[in-house]
């Protein structure tokens, strides 16, 4: 069956979990914690602090996902655009509204073309993920202040459900994407 997710998203974690903390070994324990306890595999847990190398690619370690999700959404959003945009094209025609009906042709292909041009835009939207952008701001940036984060990738709602009640016992800061 095609889901949402398979039709626009090539990543397998659509979510991430971070927590922060002002020692190092605060942050390894909560990482270990959320092993243990919360059942996750350890390649998706990363302890990530000052002398780290490569913050910024250990917070969205799906490039490839990340194109295919680029991708994705452009052209099942553009072509459901196109889609909406024919059929209310085709509406107004068939209603005789004026405008629409003097010109049918004219009408159909300029309201394809918006509706494939807005669908891909929305798509532009979906891929962009404003709010993982910020929660990889505020973990650079607890970086770069000389704290530690624990930051989990989940791949299903319960892997992060657990995830987060196992770093909210371990940290008072815990910051997650949609």
């Not at 069956?1 to 039709?7: K, W």
């Not at 010109?103 to 891929?127: E, I, K, N, Q």
Request: charged letters at 20%; a negative charge.
């Amino acid at each position: 069956m095609m889901t949402t997710h398979s039709l626009l998203f090539g990543e397998r974690s659509l979510t991430t979990v971070a927590a922060l903390f002002g020692q190092a070994q605060d942050a390894r324990d909560a990482a270990e914690h959320v092993v243990r306890d919360a059942h996750l595999p350890e390649k998706r847990v990363r302890v990530l602090g000052p002398g780290v190398p490569g913050v910024e690619r250990k917070l969205e370690p799906e490039e490839a996902g990340i194109v295919h999700t680029l991708i994705r959404t452009h052209v099942a959003l553009g072509i459901m655009g196109l889609i909406v945009g024919i059929l209310g094209s085709g509406a107004l025609v068939l209603a005789g509204v004026g405008w629409a009906a003097s010109s049918p042709y004219m009408t159909v292909s300029v309201a394809a073309v918006f509706g494939a041009v807005g669908g891909m835009m929305l798509g532009g939207l979906v891929s962009m993920r404003p709010d993982r952008a910020l929660l990889d701001t505020k973990v650079e940036a607890a970086v770069e202040e000389g704290r530690w984060a624990v930051v989990v990738h989940p791949v299903d709602r319960g892997e992060e459900e657990r995830a987060r009640d196992v770093l909210e016992h371990t940290s008072g800061e815990v910051v997650h994407t949609l």
